[in-house]
């Protein structure tokens, strides 16, 4: 007969169809509840002939914790023993996917919940696995199984107008400390969104990508926005062939810093003979040189002149400074056709060889990029979103505290900032 107290097991155990046997108490130990459940028979999973009870089995499985408490579940299966000779099913045990999927370690209410914990909280592994008292491959394990329908779920990626791709470190591994990238897949109008993110930062993977995707949602890709990047480039031009491709105009001008860094140092090193020091006038120029002309004031310009003036005697870090400058002022102007002039002058004055080999390396830069820098000013979209994004990523790396296997990096990634329909949690069926 049923007493009070049990009754009161199974609802707190809150799983249908489920009888509680019996609540085990041990110290420093998870607290483990032992069901079992009410169906009395049971069909052959081949045949459909009524089956015989043979015996039974318990499953250790992680739940929810309970009264803050780490919790097992106990489900003793029933075994079944088909009687038809003929069926090639002897012997099979009871399955109920509402309590957990075939082959778990943990009830499907757990592994439901520490998928929301690791993907939306952005929680590591590790946390959610003392929290449950279970270990970090169980966790783990239900979060590949939970997360990957809802990361592939084909609506969470809509039609996309402009796309943006860039490389982020994903690890280091062997004796070298060989640098392993990826390449992230975003789409940069807004609302941004991480589409995916692919090994390696060649034009292989990105290609493939894309070239798996239907033709319509790929003619529907009107800008292609990149970093400079040949591997890049050439994505774009093999799977997006329609897309215009758009120079991000940060890595533009960071280049454009990067050369006057370099002209800079090798002045430094030809007027003086060693690196930069701290009373050096070109070395304490440095920040001065990079930061945009019209932030500094009367007394910073000043500055910068007079360290120009004592340590640039051939005025090769000045021109390459003024370069600089100019290139940033071609973001300044609003019309295509003006930027188109403007670029064309730009790109004959710093080829010209009389200038410092800082100045015609971005010159020839330019001429390279022409196309791709100027469709900026009809397109107005930059890989801005998809530095925000990997940020986010950044985030998950780093509370992850490195990973091993690029699926597990990217299902954490896609759950944490790939914008899955978390509404869908509740009734995927896990993998």
């Known amino acids: 007969m049923e007493t009070n107290a049990t009754r009161m097991c199974a609802l707190l155990v809150g799983l249908p169809d489920v009888s509680v046997l019996a609540v085990e108490d041990r110290a420093g130990r998870p607290m483990r509840v032992h069901v079992e459940t009410t169906a009395a028979t049971a069909a052959c999973l081949a045949c459909g002939t009524r089956a015989w009870s043979k015996d039974r089995s318990s499953v250790v499985l992680t739940d929810l914790p309970a009264f803050g408490r780490a919790s097992e579940l106990v489900w003793h299966k029933r075994r079944w023993y088909c009687p038809d000779r003929d069926c090639e099913v002897v012997t099979f045990t009871e399955r109920d996917a509402r309590i957990a999927p075939a082959r778990a370690r943990m009830t499907d209410r757990a592994g439901r919940w520490v998928t929301g914990q690791v993907g939306l909280a952005g929680r590591t592994v590790a946390e959610v696995a003392r929290d449950l008292g279970s270990d970090w491959h169980t966790v783990m394990d239900a979060v590949m199984a939970y997360g990957i329908p809802l990361v592939d779920d084909p609506a969470r990626i809509g039609e996309v107008t402009a796309l943006g791709l860039d490389e982020t470190l994903f690890k280091r591994s062997g004796r070298w400390r060989t640098q392993n990238w990826c390449t992230s897949i975003v789409d940069v109008a807004s609302p941004s969104q991480l589409l995916d993110v692919v090994e390696g930062r060649s034009a292989k993977a990105p290609t493939d990508w894309l070239e798996a995707r239907t033709d319509a949602w790929r003619d529907r890709v009107a800008w292609g926005v990149l970093d400079l990047s040949g591997p890049y480039r050439k994505t774009y031009t093999d799977a997006l062939p329609a897309a215009v491709q758009v120079a991000d105009p940060f890595h533009v001008v960071k280049l454009a810093n990067t050369r006057l860094d370099e002209c800079r140092r090798r002045v430094q090193n030809e007027t003086l003979g060693h690196r930069g020091h701290r009373d050096d006038p070109l070395y304490r120029s440095r920040r001065l040189l990079t930061k945009g002309h019209e932030r500094l004031d009367d007394k910073g310009n000043e500055k910068l002149l007079g360290f120009l003036e ?116 509740a009734t995927i069926t896990p993998r």
């Not at 790109?347 to 390279?368: C, F, N, Q, W, Y």
């Not at 022409?370 to 994004?389: D, F, M």
């Not at 985030?395 to 329909?421: E, Q, S």
Request: glycine share 6%.
């Open 310 to 425: 004592a340590g640039d005697p051939r005025g090769e870090v000045r021109m390459c400074w003024h370069a600089k400058e100019t290139i940033r002022q071609l973001y300044a102007i609003d019309a295509p056709d003006e930027a188109a002039t403007f670029i064309d002058e730009l790109i004959a004055d710093m080829t010209e060889p009389d200038h410092p080999p800082e100045v015609r390396s971005l010159g020839r830069t330019l001429k390279t990029w022409r196309a791709q820098i100027l469709a900026w000013h009809r397109a107005k979209v930059s890989n801005g979103p998809t530095e925000a994004t990997n940020n986010l990523i950044k985030r998950i790396k780093r509370i992850g505290f490195g990973f091993r296997r690029f699926d597990h990096y990217r299902i954490r990634v896609l759950l944490y900032c790939g914008r899955p329909n978390w509404d869908l949690l």
